[in-house]
């Protein structure tokens, strides 16, 4: 192989894009060339959500074995209803909406870190909790209160600039903002740091609890935003509208490339992933695939991708 | 390059294994070139040469752990295929105690030695296994109070290195015919390290071989029958121990011997850097001043670790009352595996983590700045790589231990700690680390220095005693000796 | 019948988490069995509710059962999985009555709502207000469970009577909004213009979002009786004439399944199967429909005891029951 | 974490300290104050017919989290043993012929030992080859038994109401699994090999051991228990359901931590495990006999995994400083 092709193969994010390039190219063969623009501008109003909360989780896995948050499903929600509730379908509401559903996220995080570094319980099963007992609060919530989002947030999570979703574009930037931060800031450093070795970064004069504490915070911030965004998008909250992020979220960290055991993370490949995944949803939705053979397939998919990946990439041991 | 050969025995006879013509390289990095060594039932042969030497690669060629690129292993007068591996080794009586350990944290001692022992299998496993490995102990390292119920991860380092070296001695179904120890001596305390020295020419009287690497040297002038020599990735000598000077030695690694540097007084004295009064209890506190180079000494695990610990802990966040630092400090840790390399970035990145908030504006870094940073230190601390770019992982374990010195002394940080940072490192990085230390504190740098090696004691201005967790003893440098300090350390002052 | 019950404790287990269709379904048992409670019509009431997971509700009914309550309501999250459970209940000679979802356990009293029907109807309808032509996407519920292979047989069956309406896309939407949205938007890119959704209810709202999103011309989407469905079909309506049609099953079938706990053990005889008419709503009934759902429920009349006996009495006589009552409006 | 026990009990030096140094201690003070708990509550369940309804379905749950302990002690994380279950469950009942199902239930606890090989050779994370593999299972399930339904063997359905003298069945099969459990990894040399394989594969490599081989068996291990978890599902609920292990996975991982296992390092226990599944599955039922309203039920079953798991890291460091 030339070395140029090397370079890319060896790119944490390469599978990932690859396969949604590939599965791309079946739908369109597949419709003669009918709606093949449409099929990716509606893939990336989709997959923005996901990548959003991957992101955040990228963040927390990247920052060491075992690290993850389970919680993501019913902090979407709460923010969604929390923040829709502020706006009460109204436009005046909406920095207020934004301005709390972000706090909630933020509160989340630091309960999920308080939880995991005070009580230094395992974060699977401490995000495990702290989401069974946050699907409550929506619970309870959704019952007392009327929540609408602001019809300028619905338009913004629809409507488009040249064929791209504006919801999209402003992802974009965030998500190279934290690309920059991963690569060049002292917190990305950390986190790195932290994520291969807790007590090298401790002794190398990392601060490693409060990296944790933020790397959590970050993850219930990204997760909260996109709840904010996800209920305009949907036109309003609904309780089990965060459940699809449960397992995905999980499945675009790591089929985009990130290190499940830490220290080393692809936001581009957190992307690919996403639009992978939401186009492999079109491809068999399109090829009318029974559900049960569109699970198998699906779950094959997953697997070959990362193993793809993983055979062809060089690896430190 | 010529081989200097100065017993004349010819090659083969009585050899328990020979090695031919091995060569190996790691990408660009030649680990070994041509190399061919031979060991002898009822010998104890010495291995030595710089980092980086291939040392480690022949003796993982050897045990199967590494197979070569090209060349022959030759056990029982066989060559060995492409089968060979840890298994069979085992089964041929070839048993390896390695340079990082390798034994299961989770698992008892008594289970650790089952691992090796197939034929252990069935009922009664536990109690054989356990007398086994009891029995072994026993013998090296007489009194060592080790429990080998519980896993051997709840264990200190220096018991985790005896239960592997008394593994590694074990003998089931599968005899212990070539014992390869790499640098085994490096965790363990000086009495320790002496019975297993002695353990080992014992038992090579009864036909066994014992291979030993270690950068000791005085270990193997005084116990090794023959030594070897490698240096950059061939074998250089072959000699008999009998007789080998230290200066004889010296000149075959292509070391020359300088004179140690001799510390001269602090300039800096008066000023309180370290305070540490709470727990240590005993005749004396502990206390450090800038410029100081203070030794922590005592048998491994009696509380010097800790004390580091601590002194580190209440630098950052300056709550432990009983432990009062001025100034910032910096961590230097021989157990690079656990607490220091980060295994997945270069070694520019690991150098510079511990000063990258010095090279930020905001919050984000001076790439050119973090580069020329990591640049200079791998020039004046001599890292032995083409590039700063490059992984850690394609260091030895020697120039990975410069690395993270180099991280240490490119902070601006007034304290280093030393927590053993030259286990395992050669002759001549400890004599530039050395120089290194000196004209750092002459700069009013203070060195808080825990050593397993009595040598390293005496560069330092005062050290402290340690036994069972407290200061027992502090001598300055005028009042040091090796009679003193063992005294000290078995608390019979 | 009129036997004394005033002693007597019913429990109502749901096995699916909460969406607004149960969350309306609770909401409705709570307010009448609790009033039952207050006027001592029955000793005490109890609801526990669910996480889609069957495994979860078996536990929850054999809780029950230990603790001693002589009815037990189910809304079943498998048609199957509960069936050993429910037949332990019968054996303790505990009443089961369940609705909505239902178990295949003879022993048990069904509470049961045509959905093929359901399918039927709403085909029937789209059909009348395109014209008989046009292009269709069909959006089904839950792979697997029962009601969406009902529904979907009813739909598939009506449009064979009109051979000019072409179905020509199916999804799964699980009766979820979001799930919905997501999944039409896969399909529509590579579809032609979609003229009408057939749709299970609860999916209709996260259609109609999605054909949005897509940009594309808004189809006649059958509703379900979830608010946010109701409401946004008024707010098109208003604004454009929107046209379309609700259908749906009520979630006020918990109240029908109480009373009918209530009047077994206050020994009424009561058919093993009987019907619950569907909840059409159709444009002149949605502005009372609406005012009478609040935001995050689903439109659903409360029965009282008096309904439930006609219902019954209508079921065992045979003849088609009564249409649904007319919601009260808020005072 | 791995040496926090023995300091526990060297600071401590007491009974109690010892006591509670041993992993499995915490679930079986958990387990106690539940089960007191429910008696208290409801005095009549403390009966022999009480308790065998009350963990009638605790079976599955016990077999799942053993199932869950295998994986983990290779420091894997299995995240499609709930739908393996449910596939299981499925194949029972769906497939008629006893031959068959039997050769498909084979075929199932090999696809786990394959599993466990690819994770290996791969060196993939097997959160995610997990996460693929629920997706493989739950569609194998629908494609077995599009519709629920089915019938299971008449044997299996009696199996399921036997009622041994003196101990509840639920009781009875609770004892075996721990004993099993123990017996496999804590007193055969097996079990050392796949103990060992979860805290340091290198180590075993160097000692001429096949990692391979000892994932692939702990895969397998769990791939019988889930098959055994999957036959009482079948045998309780007499019909199949793709859809039905929804739950188990998290639950099964709960089971195993609050049981002193750890997710890294080969650290489980089989005994504690047992625990754990009996306190996650009888804290459902305290939900449901304290009439927790339905909103706050979730948030009840989330405290008493964070107060479980909060008491042992705080009981622990409290006395070791
Ligand atoms: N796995 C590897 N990948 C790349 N390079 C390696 C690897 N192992 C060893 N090397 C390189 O091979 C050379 C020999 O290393 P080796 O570990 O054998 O040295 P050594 O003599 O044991 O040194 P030390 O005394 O420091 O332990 C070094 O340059 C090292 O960088
Ligand atoms: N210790 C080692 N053992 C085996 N192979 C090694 C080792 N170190 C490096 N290599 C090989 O050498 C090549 C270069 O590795 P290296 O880790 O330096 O890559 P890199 O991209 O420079 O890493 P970094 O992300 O730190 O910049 C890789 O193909 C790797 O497989
Ligand atoms: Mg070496
Ligand atoms: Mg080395």
Redesign the interface.
């Known amino acids: 192989m030339p070395l140029a092709i090397r370079r890319l193969v060896a790119q944490p994010s390469f599978y990932a894009t690859a396969g949604a390039v590939l599965v791309w190219l079946v739908i369109v063969a597949h419709s003669h060339g009918v709606g093949g623009g449409a099929v990716i501008s509606g893939a990336l109003n989709y997959s923005v959500f996901f990548a959003l909360v991957g992101v955040g989780q990228m963040l927390v896995m990247a920052s060491g074995a075992g690290n993850i948050d389970l919680s993501i499903p019913a902090n979407i929600t709460l923010a969604a209803y929390l923040s829709s509730g502020q706006m009460q379908g109204a436009n005046a509401g909406m920095a207020a909406g934004f301005a709390i559903g972000l706090l909630s996220g933020v509160i989340i995080g630091l309960a999920n870190a308080l939880l995991i570094l005070a009580l230094r319980i395992p974060p699977m099963v401490a995000t495990l909790a702290s989401g069974l007992v946050i699907e409550s609060f929506c619970f309870a919530y959704s019952r007392v209160s009327v929540a609408k989002p602001a019809p300028l947030l619905v338009s913004f999570t629809t409507q488009r600039l040249a064929g791209i979703p504006l919801v999209v574009i402003a992802a974009i930037v965030a998500s190279a903002a934290v690309i ?1 931060v991963l690569k ?4 990305g ?1 950390h986190i ?2 932290c994520g ?2 807790m ?3 401790w ?5 490693v609890r409060r990296t944790r504490v933020f790397a959590y915070v970050a993850c219930s911030t990204f997760a909260a935003l996109a709840g904010i965004l996800f209920a305009g998008f949907t036109g309003g909250p609904s309780l089990n509208m965060g459940s699809e992020f449960l397992l995905s979220s999980i499945a675009v960290v790591v089929i985009g490339g990130t ?1 499940v055991a830490g ?2 993370a692809s936001v581009v490949g957190t992307w690919s992933a996403s639009i992978f995944l939401f186009l492999l949803l079109t491809m068999l939705n399109v090829f009318q695939v029974d559900p049960g053979l569109k699970n198998v397939i699906t779950g094959a998919l997953i697997i070959a991708v990362l193993a793809l990946g993983k055979a062809n990439r060089p690896q ?2 | 390059m010529a081989i200097q050969r100065t017993d004349g025995r010819a090659a083969d006879e009585g050899a328990l294994l020979a090695l031919r013509g091995i060569s190996k390289s790691f990408g660009p990095v030649q680990a070994l070139k041509q190399v061919d060594l031979e060991v002898r039932g009822g010998e104890l042969l010495g291995l030595v040469g710089h980092n980086g030497a291939g040392k480690s690669t022949l003796m993982n060629i050897l ?1 199967g ?1 590494t197979s070569p690129d090209r060349g022959d292993i030759i056990l029982e007068s066989q060559a060995m295929d492409e089968r060979y ?7 041929l009586g070839i048993r ?1 105690v ?1 340079q990082e350990l ?6 008892s001692a008594v ?2 030695a ?3 022992h ?1 034929s ?3 009922t009664g ?1 536990k109690r054989r296994a356990k007398s086994l490995i009891l029995t072994r102990l026993h013998e090296i390292f007489p009194g060592h109070g080790i429990d080998v119920q ?2 051997v ?2 264990l200190p380092i220096g018991q985790r290195q005896m239960v592997e070296i008394a593994r590694a001695f074990t003998e089931s179904n599968n005899l212990a015919k070539v014992v390869i120890l790499d640098e085994p001596t490096s965790s363990l305390d000086s009495s320790a390290a002496q019975q297993l020295l002695r353990f080992l020419q014992r038992t090579v009287l009864d036909g066994k071989a014992c291979i030993l690497i270690t950068h000791k040297l005085t270990e193997v002038l005084n116990f090794a029958q023959r030594v070897v020599v490698m240096k950059d990735a061939g074998v250089v000598a072959d000699v008999s121990g009998a007789g080998l000077s230290r200066e004889r030695l010296f000149t075959l690694m292509g070391s020359v011997e300088r004179a140690m540097v001799t510390p001269e007084a602090s300039s800096f004295a008066g000023m309180r850097r370290v305070d540490v009064v709470g727990n240590t209890g005993g005749p004396s506190e502990l206390r450090i001043e800038a410029g100081e180079t203070v030794g922590l000494a005592g048998l491994a695990g009696h509380g010097q670790k800790e004390v580091l610990h601590r002194i ?1 802990a209440a630098s ?1 966040s300056g709550r432990d009352k009983g432990c009062r630092v001025t100034g910032s400090a ?2 230097v ?1 021989g157990d690079r595996q ?8 270069s070694i520019a ?1 690991n150098i510079t ?2 000063s ?2 010095s090279l ?1 504006r905001g ?3 001076n ?1 050119v700045k973090e580069q020329r940073l990591a640049e200079a230190w791998r020039e004046k601390i001599n890292i032995r790589s083409k590039s700063v770019l490059q ?1 850690i ?1 394609s260091l030895s374990g020697g120039n990975r231990q410069k690395a993270l010195v180099a ?1 240490a002394f490119a ?1 601006d940080a007034e304290i280093i700690l030393f927590d053993d940072p030259t286990r395992g490192v050669d002759f001549d990085t400890k004599r530039e680390l050395y120089s290194q230390i000196d004209s750092a504190s002459r700069s009013g740098r203070c060195f808080v220095w825990y050593t397993t090696e009595t040598d390293e004691l005496f560069l330092c201005d005062r050290v402290y005693v340690f036994h069972e967790g407290k200061v027992v003893d502090s001598l300055v440098r005028s009042e040091l000796s090796e009679e003193r300090l063992l005294q000290a350390s078995f608390h019979e002052a | 019948a009129t036997g004394d019950t005033s002693k007597k404790r019913i429990a109502l287990t749901d096995g699916f988490s909460s969406n607004s269709w149960e969350q309306s379904a609770w909401n409705a048992w709570k307010a009448v069995a609790s009033r039952a409670v207050k006027d001592g019509v029955i000793g005490e009431q109890k609801i526990i509710t669910g996480n889609d997971d069957p495994a979860q509700q078996i536990t929850q009914m054999q809780n029950l059962i230990l603790e001693g309550y002589d009815a037990i309501v189910v809304d079943a999250a498998s048609p199957t999985a509960l069936n050993g459970t429910i037949k332990e209940a019968c054996d303790a000679g505990i009443v089961v009555v369940i609705y909505d979802s239902l178990a295949t356990e003879p022993c048990a009293i069904k509470v049961n709502v045509d959905y093929k029907d359901y399918g039927v109807q709403e085909t029937h309808y789209m059909a009348q207000a395109l014209g008989e032509k046009g292009n269709f996407l069909e959006i089904r519920g839950v792979a697997g469970s029962e009601v969406d292979i009902d529904i979907s047989a009813g739909i598939n069956e009506t449009l064979k009577q009109y051979p000019n309406m072409h179905k020509v896309g199916t999804v799964y939407g699980n009766w979820d909004g979001t799930i919905a949205q997501r999944q039409v938007a896969t399909v529509l890119p590579t579809l032609p213009q979609i003229d009408g959704v057939l749709t299970q209810g609860g999916d209709g709202y996260g259609s109609l979002q999605a054909f949005k999103a897509a940009g594309r011309k808004i189809p006649t989407i059958i509703m379900g009786n979830r608010q946010d469905e109701l409401a946004v079909w008024k707010e098109m309506r208003d604004k454009d004439g929107y046209k379309t049609f609700s259908i749906s099953s009520a979630p006020g079938m918990s109240t029908i399944a109480f009373w009918t706990a209530q009047q077994i053990l206050a020994g009424k005889k009561v058919p093993n199967t009987f019907y619950v008419p569907l909840l059409a709503i159709r444009e002149n009934t949605l502005d009372s429909w609406l005012a009478a759902t609040p935001v995050g429920t689903a439109a659903s009349p409360q029965y009282t005891l008096k309904d439930t006996v006609e219902l019954i009495d209508d079921n065992l006589a045979g003849v088609k029951p009564k249409d649904l009552p007319q919601p009260k409006l808020p005072q | 974490m ?2 926090t ?2 300091r526990y009990a060297e600071n401590a030096g007491s009974a109690l300290a010892v006591l509670m140094s041993k992993r499995s201690t915490l679930s079986v003070i958990a387990l106690v104050l539940v089960l007191v708990a429910v008696f208290w509550m409801r005095p009549n369940i403390a009966r022999y017919n009480g308790v065998r309804l009350l963990l009638n379905l605790s079976p599955v749950l016990i077999f799942t989290a053993l199932a869950q302990m295998f994986i983990m002690t290779a420091s894997d994380i299995d995240l499609s043993i709930g739908s393996f279950v449910a596939l299981v469950n499925v194949i029972v009942a769906g497939i008629a012929s006893p031959g068959l199902a039997a050769a498909a239930l084979l075929a199932c606890v090999a696809g786990y030992g394959l599993m466990g090989a690819l994770i290996h050779w791969l060196r993939l994370p097997s959160i995610v080859v997990t996460l693929g593999a629920s997706f493989v299972w739950l569609g194998l399930g629908l494609m077995v038994l599009p519709l629920p339904g089915g019938d299971v063997p008449l044997w299996l359905s009696d199996a399921m109401r036997l009622r041994p003298p003196w101990v509840p069945a639920p009781v009875l099969v609770a004892l075996v699994a721990m004993l099993l459990g123990h017996l496999i990894l804590y007193q055969t ?2 079990g ?2 796949l ?2 394989v ?3 594969p ?9 990692t391979l081989r000892a994932r692939m068996s702990l895969y397998a291990l769990a791939g019988i228990c889930g098959v055994i978890a999957g036959v009482f599902l079948a045998g309780i609920t007499t019909t199949g359901d793709a859809n039905v292990g929804r739950g188990l996975t998290l639950l099964s991982v709960g089971a195993v931590i609050i049981g002193g296992g750890e997710f890294v ?3 489980v226990s089989p005994v504690g495990t047992v625990m754990g599944a009996l306190v996650m599955q009888l804290s459902g039922s305290l939900l449901s006999f304290a009439s927790v309203a339905p909103a706050w039920q979730y948030s009840v079953q989330g405290g008493i995994l964070v107060c479980i798991l909060g008491l042992r890291a705080i009981s622990w460091r409290r006395v070791v400083t």
């Open positions: 920059a060049r800031s002292l917190f450093r790195f740091a291969q070795n007590t090298a970064a002794l190398a004069g990392v601060n290190n220290g080393q430190a041991q | 045990f752990v591996g840890p298994a069979l080794a085992h089964r390896c390695f390798s034994l299961c944290p989770n698992l289970e650790n089952l691992i090796v197939p252990l299998e069935g496993w519980t896993p991860g709840n580190y950052r910096a961590y840790s656990r607490e220091g390399i980060f295994p997945l970035w990145s983590i511990a990258v908030r930020s919050s984000f870094i790439p992984s992982l991280r902070t | 791995a040496n026990s023995r040399s097996f050392v090999i103990r060992g979860g805290s340091s290198a180590a075993l490599e160097r000692a001429g051991r096949s390092g080969g650290i």
